[in-house]
């Protein structure tokens, strides 16, 4: 980046380094050991990229139909439980491979019966759509699969691990687990980036973003398309229910994450993939330094009955950005004519 | 045949301008208040009146204000449950701070707490729009959630955090059974809804109107957004505290923050999408709708003797709930107010086709 492209940009260039400014606060004024300081960070990184998981499935279905999905965060609980269920009797891969299947079944249907009938509704129509969509996954993933609290087996170590003793005092503590989730995102985000730069479908996919009329009247099917993205959302969220349930236990809080994700999304823009991503990360660790440093200062100071500002405190940090750059960090900045 | 305007001539500027400018509608109208003035106190069982009609009226009042905010100035909101419980925790505070207040004023000063709140929320609007905006608005959901679970100040240090309220009494009016509730709610959703419909059809409203439909558009032609958007969050808070604080005083009676969640603001969006946006008839609809339906659902299994579980009659309900919704949208995704205009046109002409 040049100057002049800082010099331009000069409100974001201001508010990351206030980020960066009170992320490093901690450190600075000694209210935590650098060793301590580190494991949060590390803690805050892996929620973050979980939170990327699921706000990976708004962006990639927002790209190609417009359509804001409330839904993901019930998409996320009924692949999870739909998984935890089948592999209490058969292989984990198995299980795996036909939750695909039903995922991409489930797609096809609300292509079939929801979204075909509400083409060129308002935005709010749609989302109230998924919206209804998510009382009725929630109500049926339930009924099907059960409502109690399910293990998913991976087989992984789930030891933590103690790393840097000599550097730090008393070392830092490491979910083993949570560094094979971070591996498991990362890939996922790097087949997804190949699947949309080098396939003719993922060509597709970005024609139909671009443009839905212009794809269509070039012959891409946008049907087709939609059904295609919202399996792929499905697959995302298969493999977020999949990282949280093994951590977490298979439950309905799962689906609830959902409203953890969307500030990630608007701080990222509902149209970047990358945007998706980093977002996570500034809010899993915004949240995590808020909770553990921020939160006893403020139970201390107003006579609080108890922190918990983990709750909002992702809002007003993506709220804050927003008034920045309303379109979020890597969102299509959008210009009105009359 | 009966539902004609015909031989009813508009001679002056007042005719031109009422409400309802068609005879049958006001004597309608008349009817309808009429019955519910007198019939319905006659008719209707206590159960009635507390469990379907006092929820019905306050949240078709909040519906009516997210309704100004949504439906008439086109800035989604998913945090209107956040100014109930600013009206609720407002007038709370009011009447054990300042218990000789008629509860009137405290509701009105409730009101404009929450109209204050809303304004506050309601600036990031001025920079963000759509969809970004809607889930800027959760902002105000979670944090005022959370204000009133964790500052004790609000709930006068309540061990619990739940808080209580006393019989509401007014000009030597104990306002206890139902039906002196009932009267309550209904006498203010009428003039709530009265105020709300000169708002709409003035100046304020065609300029909340024209933002909706164009903001770039409405500023060239020389309406200011940030006045025309902060009233439109003042008064849709404003309705929504007044709401609040009823639905706190008289429906609940005692609540704790949970009362006051984000499915409370989504049952909300879905009453005005279902009943019709940009109509105040609408709200009506959609809170019928959304009070009547889960309650019907319940009944159902019953009627037909067929034994059903807790947990399955709950999953089904969701199951049922999301299905209609869905189906509404579909049908008509311009709500139940739109059906109702239909009909009326087609009474109009009636019994020729066109």
Known sequence: MTLTALQRNWPVVALIAALLAGAAAPLVFGLSAPGFYLEVLLGGLMSGVLYSLVALGFVLIFKASGVFNFAQGAMVLFAALALARMSEVMPLGIAFVLAIAIMALFAWLVERLVLRHLVNQDAVVLLMATLGVTYFLDGFGQMVWGSDIYQIETGLPKTPILVLEKVFDGGILINSEDFVAAAVAGLLVLALAIFFQKTPTGRALRAVADDHQAAQSIGIPLNRIWVIVWTVAGFVALVAGMVWGSKLGVQFSLSLIALKALPVVILGGFTSVPGAILGGLIIGVGEKFAEVFLAPIAVQQFDLAGGGIENWFAYVLALLFLLVRPEGLFGDKHIDRV | ?354
């Not at chain 2, 109208?29 to 379907?52: I, K, W």
């Not at chain 2, 304004?119 to 959630?145: C, E, H, M, N, W």
């Not at chain 2, 019907?296 to 309900?317: K, M, R, T, Y």
Request: charged fraction near 10%; include cysteine; proline fraction near 5%.
């Open chain 2, 1 to 354: 045949m009966l539902y004609r305007e015909n031989g009813q001539f508009k001679i002056s500027y007042a005719d031109d301008q009422q409400i309802l400018p068609i005879l049958q509608d006001r004597w309608f109208m008349l009817a309808l208040l009429a019955f519910a003035y007198l019939g319905l106190p006659a008719l209707a069982s206590d159960y009635t009146l507390r469990a379907l009609i006092l929820p019905f009226l306050i949240l078709a009042i909040a519906a009516i204000g997210l309704n100004i905010l949504v439906g008439y100035c086109g800035q989604i909101s998913l945090g209107t449950a956040a100014f109930m419980a600013v009206g609720a925790y407002a007038a709370y505070n009011i009447v054990i701070r300042a218990p000789v207040l008629n509860f009137i004023v405290v509701l009105f000063l409730a009101g404009g707490v929450a109209a204050l709140v809303g304004v506050l929320f309601g600036i990031p609007s001025l920079r963000i729009k759509g969809l970004y905006l809607a889930v800027a608005t959760l902002a105000a959901q979670f944090f005022v959630d959370w204000m009133f679970a964790r500052v004790k100040w609000f709930t006068d240090y309540s061990p619990s955090g739940s808080v209580s309220t006393a019989p509401i009494e007014m000009f030597g009016w104990k306002v206890e059974s139902p039906l002196d509730k009932y009267l309550l709610v209904l006498t203010l959703a009428v003039v709530l809804t009265l105020a709300a419909k000169n708002l709409v059809r003035g100046h304020i409203g065609r300029s909340w109107m024209a933002m909706r439909d164009m903001d770039v558009a409405a500023e060239v032609i020389g309406i200011r957004p940030l006045y025309a958007k902060l009233t439109a969050f003042a008064v849709s808070s404003f309705y929504a505290g007044v709401a609040g604080a009823l639905w706190g005083f008289v429906h609940l009676g005692a609540w704790e923050p949970l009362a006051f969640n984000i499915n409370l603001s989504l049952n909300l969006l879905f009453m005005i999408i279902i009943g019709g946006m940009g109509s105040l008839l609408g709200a009506y609809f959609g809170a019928a709708f959304i009070v009547l339906l889960p309650i019907l659902l319940n009944q159902i299994p019953g009627w037909f003797g067929i034994p059903i579980d807790v947990a399955l009659a709950s999953h089904l309900e969701l199951i049922i709930f999301g299905s209609l919704i869905v189906f509404f949208l579909i049908v008509e995704p311009h709500g139940l107010a739109r059906l109702w205009a239909i009909g009326k046109e087609k009474l109009r002409l009636w019994p020729f086709p066109h």
